[in-house]
C-alpha cells in the first residue's frame, strides 16, 4: 500500500510559478511509475505528466508541455511538479498517482493504482 499526499497548491497569478509535491509512504516510490492529473470543474480528470522509476523517460500533455516540468527524487519518497507560465486554464485540482508498472508511462488514470487526495491550484488573469 503506498499513500499519496501532495502539497504546493493555491492561488498563482497568469504568468506566474508553482511547485507541487507528492509525498509517498508505505511503499518506497521507487517501485512506481509517477503521474500528475488534473481535474477542472465540470470536467473529467485528464493526464499532466508521468515519469517512470528512475525519471528517464517523461510524457507531457501537449497542453502543459514547455511550461510544465515534472521530476522526483527516489531518496526523498517525493515527486514533483513545476508548473511556469501559468494560465487560468491550467486551473484545477491536482492529483498525483503511482502505477505499477515503473519503467513505462501510461496516460490513463485506470491504469494507476495510487491516488493522492489532491491539491487545489488556481490561478488569476
Known amino acids: 500500500q503506498v499513500q499519496l499526499v501532495e502539497s504546493g497548491g493555491g492561488l498563482g497569478q497568469a504568468g506566474g510559478s508553482l511547485r507541487l509535491s507528492c509525498a509517498a509512504s508505505?511503499?518506497?516510490?521507487?517501485?512506481?511509475?509517477m503521474g500528475w492529473f488534473r481535474q477542472a470543474p465540470g470536467k473529467e480528470r485528464e493526464f499532466v505528466v508521468g515519469?517512470?522509476?528512475?525519471?528517464?523517460?517523461?510524457l507531457y500533455a501537449d497542453s502543459v508541455k514547455g511550461r510544465f516540468t515534472i521530476s522526483r527524487d527516489n531518496a526523498k519518497n517525493t515527486a514533483y511538479l513545476q508548473m511556469s507560465s501559468l494560465n487560468p486554464e491550467d486551473t484545477a485540482v491536482y492529483y498525483c498517482?503511482?502505477?505499477?508498472?515503473?519503467?513505462?508511462?501510461?496516460?490513463?488514470?485506470?491504469?494507476?493504482?495510487?491516488w493522492g487526495q489532491g491539491t487545489q491550484v488556481t490561478v488569476s488573469s
Open positions: 515519469i517512470s522509476w528512475r525519471g528517464g523517460s517523461t
Open positions: 498517482a503511482a502505477r505499477l508498472f515503473p519503467s513505462s508511462i501510461s496516460t490513463r488514470a485506470s491504469e494507476y493504482v495510487y
Open positions: 508505505g511503499r518506497t516510490l521507487s517501485n512506481y511509475g
